[in-house]
């Protein structure tokens, strides 16, 4: 099947053809006709696929012809969850339409100048890509006009999902008019996407592109390791022997993929990183260095994964797993791009095999798994898969058991009472220093115990004789002690010796 036989504009098979493309890919056949036709679409398709054509090219066909709406507004929305996706699909709907004479794009990403977008979205604008974000951002501002939007995309909905945006999708949705089309693209349409579309859409038709095995075009390897040391070891290995032209490094934290991309420059490779928290100059610069051969490494984590198309990478490493196991797809597909070979190496400590088991089951096929002379590791993954609840290690209860028997007579909490409680200890005798045994029987009940406090009350009046000394001696006696005569004979003669010989107010001459 050729393009010119899906209906296209003319203009835009002329930018096919300057472009290098023949034939469409399968999601491309299947969805532009449906699309083109006005229906509500949901379609599943991996990575690499040609997607981004497989709603653009539709909706250029449909710009083509001016609208009857008078509004500046956009006539296409396409939400995206990262900003270099969003750049991405602006750039190649501008070499698709580039014979389109009045086509005009804006991209509202965040990192970027506000004044900038405001400009743009102040004139009529044709194309709108976004990320939710940034889009709510000039909502709230009432500077974005949806009355003649008449197509709606959804770009990789489950990552936009998975980034917390589906209150922001649903206010986005609400403010565009019930007439327009919505078409949306994602890795699986099951679970919480699928709740979505449901409530997007209305009668959509239903492409579900069967997953490509990826063995011919990226060579993926598996290689365990104990622990960081042995990781480090590895890495650098395969930075010294892999013979790589560009390098992607995958990493789970963008703490880590500074100081992982700071310890390459250091030892002399051109390397930098690429995270979220980055400034929107900032990324494109280092994204332009890369697509200019300016860095050789770059280390990301996974806002990077998407969006990215540089043909010259030949190696992905995983430094880290991902935290999805559809992120997987999305990184190893960095590489082996435009008809290349790449290569896709995953480093696993050996605790982590049961998150490797996740990837393996989405991708329905196992991993290679290699080693390298001379640092193959020691501890090994368990080849059952994971250890079930009840085989655990000896606990507390009986040496013998994991949590001891807990009934009456198993040595448990049931049994007789543990040694060297509160019960008897060496031999029935009582600890020192605590309640006497007779007290404890109900004995001497008139009697208070010796101990560390002295004799409490022997008798009946006399208070105790210790480091306080006698309280009262007699009836109206106080005691004489460190605090001097207070008052001799009781309470009615002031006493004499402190404040000087009976003035109170000595002191103020």
Known sequence: MKFSELGLEPS???????????????????????????????????????????????????????SDVKSIGPRVLVLTPTRELAQQVE??????????????????????????QIRAISRPVDLMVATPGRLMDHMRSGRVDFSRLEMLVLDEADRMLDMGFIDDIETIVAATPETRQTVLFSATLDGTVGQLARRLTRDPQRIEIARQESAGTIEEH?????????????FDHILKEAGFDQMVVFTATKIGSEELADKLCEQGHQAACLHGDMPQSWRNRTLNDLRRGRIKILVATDVAARGIDVPTITHV????????????????GRTGRAGRDGTAITLVESKEFHK?????????????????E?????????KGGPKRHNQRKPGYGNKGGSWGDRRPGGGGYGSKP??????????????????????????????????NWGNRNEGQAPRRDDNWGNRRDTQGQRRDDNWGNRREGGYGKPRGESWGNGNRRDFNR
């Open 12 to 66: 835009i098979l002329t930018a096919l053809e300057e472009a290098g493309y023949e034939e469409p890919t399968s999601v491309q056949a299947e969805a532009i006709p449906a699309a083109l036709a006005g229906k509500d679409l949901l379609v599943s398709a991996q990575t690499g696929s040609g997607k981004t054509a497989a709603f653009l090219l539709p909706a250029l066909t449909k710009m083509a012809k001016r």
């Open 418 to 451: 543990r040694e060297g409680g509160y019960g008897q200890r060496d031999g029935g005798q009582p600890r020192e220093g605590g309640f006497s045994q007779e007290r404890r029987e109900g004995q001497g009940q008139g009697q208070r115990r010796e101990g």
């Open 374 to 382: 001379g640092m193959e590791p020691t501890r090994r993954p368990p």
């Open 317 to 332: 490493i995983n430094y880290d797993l991902p935290k999805q196991a559809e992120d997987y797809v999305h990184r190893i």
């Open 356 to 372: 490797v088991r996740r990837i393996e089951q989405y991708l329905k096929r196992q991993i290679t798994e290699g080693v390298i």
């Open 91 to 116: 750039k190649n709907a501008l070499e698709y339409g580039k014979h389109l004479r009045w086509l005009r794009t804006v991209c509202l990403v965040g990192g970027a100048p506000f004044g900038f």
């Open 222 to 234: 598996l290689l365990y390791c104990d622990d960081m040391r042995h990781k480090e070891r590895l």
